[in-house]
């Protein structure tokens, strides 16, 4: 409103949730736009909780580096603010922002021909493999270290053991783009989608 006199005719280039914000202002404010790119939106929601685990289990993992910024790393690992229960899958906001169009009468009909979405693949097959075999090693390590810290069947022993066992690489990072599976990023109604091997944050900031 500052910039121009109507948004008819702006387009609006989103990275991660900020595609959400554009969505509520969209589809439930009815707020005009041209077109609309989405990067990495997590359209239905991004588990970042189980990413958190890998955060603290670093040290355990040698020289493996996901490749993290140190921002993403930081939202990650400090698992803060609304923003990661609005994430979540399944969450009321997501429930929310994906019902009015279907269920109501008054709602608003926004043309999804004007939507494009762009999403990011980090790791090959190869990579995912490889990834998925050095935290089977990590794992032994881990139990290996809390047998000669906890000797004896204790019930935080027992605890713990149980998380080093689940403790494995969500779909957000053999499949996505470290922080949103593809499946996510995809949007019911879009049809163009494009697909790279980039990494979360890479998506706004690559030439190509």
Do not use: W
Request: aromatic share 8%; net charge positive; glycine share 8%.
């Amino acid at each position: 409103e500052r910039v121009c006199a109507g948004a008819k005719q702006v387009d609006f280039v989103c990275h991660s949730a900020g595609g959400l914000v554009f969505r509520y202002y969209a589809e439930i404010e009815g707020g005009e736009f041209r077109r609309a790119v989405f990067q990495g939106t997590p359209h239905y929601g991004s588990d970042l909780a189980k990413l958190r685990p890998l955060m603290e289990a670093r040290q355990f993992l040698g020289d493996l580096k996901l490749g993290y910024d140190p921002a993403l790393e930081r939202a990650i690992r400090d698992g803060r603010g609304q923003v990661t229960f609005d994430l979540q899958p399944g969450s009321l906001f997501l429930r929310y922002l994906d019902g009015p169009q279907s269920k109501t009468t008054d709602s608003i009909q926004v043309d999804r021909d004007r939507y494009a979405i762009y999403r990011g693949r980090a790791l090959k097959s190869t990579q995912a493999f490889l990834l998925e075999s050095t935290l089977a090693v990590a794992r032994s390590a881990m139990k290996r270290s809390l047998a000669k810290q906890l000797s004896k069947e204790t019930a935080l022993a027992k605890s713990m053991r149980a998380g080093i066992d689940k403790l494995k690489f969500p779909a957000e990072v053999t499949r996505g783009d470290l922080a949103v599976t593809p499946e996510s990023a995809a949007l019911e109604g879009v049809k163009t989608i494009h697909t790279y091997p980039l990494k979360h944050r890479e998506l706004p900031k690559n030439a190509e």
